[in-house]
């Protein structure tokens, strides 16, 4: 049943191309545009919203932290995004006109529903992504997307992850759509792009060998930071994430731009950092800033290990490690930016001995408070 692989986490990540496009099927037509009728949400009702909230826990959280950066851009709604646990403590400020956003791979997170019956209680729309069919969170919502990654088996998330950005990007430009924005030619590029990510994501998986040698090479470690900047950030904190849970390391993600607030001062010999790079093409100075950034911890001994896109040589002289990856805009780069660290971590965790599918202490679906 793991189809030869020799744990189903390796196998996830590698139906991850497949699971991405199935994401996908039947949701844009021939003329290019987005059909999310599915949703039950009307076009109207949509039109009004003036707000959107977006609650979930874990991976999911950062899937939805990354959806923020979309939704701003491409329909200018302002965009909250918290988790679960807090948000349901909380008295947040809702109405009709909110829409929130619930995102989760089970269905069954205990935080997640407890979040989403507090919202609907004070009048708020929700609309579940989700990845397993009938289960709580989509019964309980007024729509839901599916992303149809197939069944996640292994407690850390991966697949589940990249469906949740694609259905968290659908959304955003459906919602751009709908409502007409600036960015009406932006959209339809991207739309085409969307189309040709999971071919990226083919190409990545094609070329992680020096990923899982240089992971190897890490395994004494005790520490691994993570920076990123603008969506980078995000997925520097499911790499984060994913180290924790699988290789059991002290590992964190931060703003780069918060280097120098206080995480700087980690900075020691010989610490591996991972670097997320933000295109050079689409805003440089996200670019030109993380590229300082790399000086400054390379001059305190930082050992760098770089994720950029091909063709992308002004970070060759500060890269002790570089990883490549395609090129793509700037809001869709952490669907390639994300696998790296999947990869890495999974194989840290083989060579320190740790059980990948199932990591001490934690269950595939919280459904515990
Ligand atoms: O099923 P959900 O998406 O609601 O689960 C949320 C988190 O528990 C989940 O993403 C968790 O963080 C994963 N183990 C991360 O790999």
């Excluded at 589940?160 to 659908?170: I, S």
Aim: hydrophobic share 45%; aromatic share 6%.
């Amino acid at each position: 049943e793991k189809g030869g692989y020799d744990y189903f986490m390796l196998k996830e990540i590698a139906e991850q191309p497949k699971a991405v496009a199935d994401t996908l099927l039947g949701r844009i037509d021939a003329a290019g545009s987005l059909t999310l009728d599915e949703v039950r949400i009307s076009a109207s009702e949509l039109r009004e919203v003036d707000k959107v909230v977006i609650v979930a826990c874990g991976t999911a959280f950062h899937a939805g932290l990354i959806a923020k950066y979309a939704i701003e851009h491409w329909t200018r709604i302002p965009c909250e995004v918290e988790l679960a646990s807090e948000f349901r403590y909380r008295d947040p400020i809702l109405d009709q006109q909110t829409l929130v956003i619930a995102i989760s791979q089970s269905g069954e997170t205990m935080d997640t529903l407890m979040a989403l019956r507090h919202a609907r209680e004070q009048g708020a729309k929700v609309l579940a992504i989700c990845n397993t069919n009938g289960s709580t969170i989509p019964r309980e919502s007024d729509a839901v997307l599916y992303t149809h990654a197939g069944p996640e088996v292994a407690v850390a998330s991966t697949k589940a992850f990249l469906t949740q950005l694609v259905a968290c990007y659908l959304v955003a430009l459906y919602l751009g759509q709908v409502r007409g924005t600036k960015w009406g030619d932006e959209i339809h590029a991207v739309i085409r792009d969307l189309a040709q990510i999971g071919r990226q994501v083919e190409r990545v998986l094609e070329t992680m060998e020096p990923v899982r040698e240089l992971a190897r090479s890490l395994a004494h470690k005790n520490t691994v930071l993570f920076l990123g900047r603008h969506v980078g950030y995000p997925v520097a904190l499911e790499g984060a994430l994913k180290l924790k849970e699988l290789a059991y390391m002290h590992a964190e993600g931060f703003a780069a731009g918060e280097l120098k607030h206080g995480p700087i001062a980690l900075i020691e010999d010989d610490l591996p950092v991972v670097v997320v790079v933000p295109s050079p093409r689409g805003r440089s100075v996200l670019h030109d800033k993380i590229v300082s950034n790399m000086q400054e911890i390379r001059a305190r001994g930082a050992r760098t290990i770089v994720i950029a896109e091909e063709g992308d040589e002004a970070v060759v002289p500060y890269a002790d490690h570089l990883i490549r990856i395609p090129a793509t805009p700037t809001l869709l780069q952490p669907m390639v930016a994300a696998v790296p660290l999947q990869v890495f971590a999974c194989e840290l965790a083989t060579a320190r001995g740790n059980e990948v599918d199932q990591p001490r202490n934690l269950a595939k679906s919280v459904t515990v408070e």
